[in-house]
């Protein structure tokens, strides 16, 4: 069956299209004036002093974790229900994910099971708002304070929500947004590295370019460094993508609030639980299946047209992680609980009541049969 309804899309306008070619006449396609700028203006969306743009959501959090002076031996804790970027950055550096199961309501790392996981060799708290929902961070900064560790915001999913009024993102010691087009907004492949320290913030200028110094122009390599650069039109889509941010999140939770209305009859489905101290920024609208027939319903929905996909399957079940850390199931109980559970529905501008209702209606035929 054709998609007629596609899980994700991008919004792209003439702003959009008009920035990317001017830059293609301009003839400075990478490290220029762009650059700069999204830079600048991220830097002030979000109340930080310091934007470093990127490769790469992922790129952004292997310079993060190397900013921080993570290396082999380490351990930091994590979440087991996150896209698999959010764990890999660690062991690309040797360091261990230590991973902490989730609270069923928010699908978020339970921080009354953090204490737990700490021991001599955890050095950072590396937290990931899922499917644009902040996590609890106020017991977090406790103990990451008690304890003295770090944080690293994985913000991947939650550009532009907030947790108890504050933005995510500038709640930890270094934190990674990524543009891929799913995202909020997006610049094709892109990532943005945000912090207030800067000590990392020169850290991740030189890690991203080729571990050059930057206090001269000479080509002078003081470290192992990396290309994790981003290009001046990606840059430039930034730019555009970043001032309608506020009013594509407002169209992104109308959309989960039509979700919402045209869901609430249907039984053995649970809708998204978004916390009180919680503002969503909406990256996915996740529901839960509560008969055991996910994997049906997800079937039935793709014969009908309407594309939905499994977020997001455990990382501690991912066969290289199995044969790592000897993971197996019932490990972490909440997240594969939840895991078994979970699927996304469609979410971008542009989708129309009639499509939710479409949606809706499939969801509940598929659920009678
Ligand atoms: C999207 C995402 C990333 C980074 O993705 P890239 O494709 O590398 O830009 C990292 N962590 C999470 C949780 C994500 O959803």
């Not at 190397?66 to 979440?79: H, N």
């Not at 610049?187 to 370019?209: F, P």
Request: charged fraction near 25%; include cysteine.
């Amino acid at each position: 069956m054709k998609i007629k309804i596609p899980l994700a899309k991008p919004y792209i306008d003439k702003e959009d299209r008009y920035g990317v070619d001017e830059v293609l006449r301009s003839g400075i396609l990478s490290l220029g004036p762009r650059l700069k700028r999204f830079e600048q203006d991220f830097a002030n969306y979000l109340g930080v002093k310091y934007a470093c743009a990127v490769s790469s959501g992922t790129a952004g959090l292997h310079i993060a974790v190397k900013a921080l002076g993570l290396k082999k031996g380490d351990e930091v804790i994590t979440s087991p229900f996150s896209f698999i970027a959010s764990s890999n950055c660690l062991l690309y550096e040797g360091v261990r994910p230590v991973l902490v199961d989730i609270e069923e309501n928010t699908f978020n790392i339970d921080p009354k099971k953090i204490k737990k996981a700490i021991t001599k060799r955890t050095k950072a708290i590396l937290v990931v708002h899922v499917f644009g929902q902040s996590a609890d961070m106020d017991p977090i900064i406790k103990i990451a304070r008690k304890y003295k560790l770090k944080i690293i915001e994985d913000a991947c999913e939650s550009l532009g929500s907030s947790y108890k009024g504050k933005k995510t993102g500038t709640l930890g010691n270094v934190s990674v947004f990524a543009f891929y087009p799913n995202k909020q907004m997006t610049t094709g492949e892109g990532g943005m590295l945000t912090t207030n320290d800067n000590k990392i913030y020169e850290l991740a200028l030189s890690l991203r370019n080729q571990g050059r110094s930057l206090k001269n122009n000479r080509i002078v390599h003081e470290r192992l460094g990396y290309n994790y650069r981003m290009d001046e039109m990606s840059a430039s889509l930034g730019v555009t993508q970043l001032k309608k941010l506020d009013w594509m999140i407002k169209e992104r939770k109308k959309i989960a609030n039509l979700y919402f209305k045209h869901l609430s009859k249907i039984k053995n489905i649970i809708p998204p639980i978004i916390a009180n101290y919680n503002s969503s920024s909406w990256f996915v609208y996740v529901i839960r299946i509560t008969n055991g027939k996910k994997d049906k319903v997800m079937k039935y929905l793709i014969n009908k047209g309407i594309e939905t996909k499994n977020y997001l399957p455990p990382i501690h079940l991912q066969s290289f992680m199995k044969k790592w850390f000897g993971y197996k199931i019932g490990d972490y109980p909440i997240t594969e609980k939840v895991a078994s559970e979970t699927l996304a529905l469609p979410l971008f501008i542009g989708l129309k009541e009639s499509d939710i209702k479409l949606v809706s209606q499939t969801l509940q035929n598929a659920l009678s049969q």
